[in-house]
Structures are given as C-alpha cells and as structure tokens.
C-alpha cells in the first residue's frame, strides 16, 4: 500500500469516516481513497485542507511533523462548511433533475411538432433524415 494512501487512511479512521463519505465531504471522484499516492494532485490536497484544516497535509504526503495540527479559533467549524456544501449540491441537483425534466418535455413536444408538420407537409420521417 502507498505511504500516502495508508497514513489518509489512518486519517479517516481517527475520524471515523467512510472514505466514500470522505471522498464526497471534499467533492473527489469515488474510489480516490483507493487510488490515491504521493502523485496527488494539488488541487485534490487543497479540497481535503480546505475541508480538513486539521490535518497536517506535510504529515499526509510525506509522513514529518504530527497528523493532527493546530487550528485556530477564528477558523470556520469545517462541518458546519460541510453541511453548508452539501446543501448547495443537493439544491444543484434538484434544479438539473427540474431541467432534465424540462428539457425532456420540450424534446417530446419538438418531436410532436416535427410529426405534425411531416404529416401535413405529405414528407416522411425516413427522407428528413440527415
């Protein structure tokens, strides 16, 4: 197992996190945790510090200093962050499921229309085609 991959390992049991919870809390693809070593991107190590700031991201990718680092009072609780996040995705979400829907919709009515046009106009479908 990589060094990186086993010490964010042992993060996320100090944490008692599932790493599929972990993955989603710092919006990584699934199976990171599983894929993970000391190539990781920096964009992914700013998207667990920013979700963690707890964790000692030198200790995480090179295994100095201690797991745990200090945080200061006057920095936001990163759950409350989390929950803050979350919520945004789910309202994203339900507005892309309102668009599909939508969109899904129009298509159909696109299609009834081209169907009555067709029907009136004596073409067929079969020589429209592109």
């Given amino acids: 197992m990589d060094a990186v991959k086993s010490r964010l390992v ?3 049991e100090y944490k008692g996190l599932d790493k599929s919870v972990f993955e989603r809390m710092c919006g990584l693809a699934n199976g990171f945790v599983d894929k993970t070593n000391s190539r990781m991107r920096k964009t992914s190590l700013n998207s667990i510090s920013a979700t963690f700031p707890d964790l000692n991201t030198e200790w995480l990718m090179s295994g100095r ?3 745990i680092r200090d945080v200061q009072d006057n920095e936001p609780e990163p759950q409350s962050e989390v929950m803050a996040l ?3 995705i789910d309202k994203l979400i339900e507005i892309h499921e309102r ?3 939508i969109n899904e919709r129009n298509s159909k ?5 081209l169907t009555l046009l ?3 106009s004596g073409f067929s479908k079969e020589k429209t085609a592109i």
């Fill in 86 to 88: 979350l919520q945004r």
């Fill in 118 to 120: 067709l029907d009136r």
């Fill in 65 to 67: 200093g201690e797991m």
């Fill in 99 to 101: 668009d599909t829907i």
């Fill in 10 to 12: 042992e993060f996320l």
């Fill in 109 to 113: 009515n696109m299609e009834r229309l």
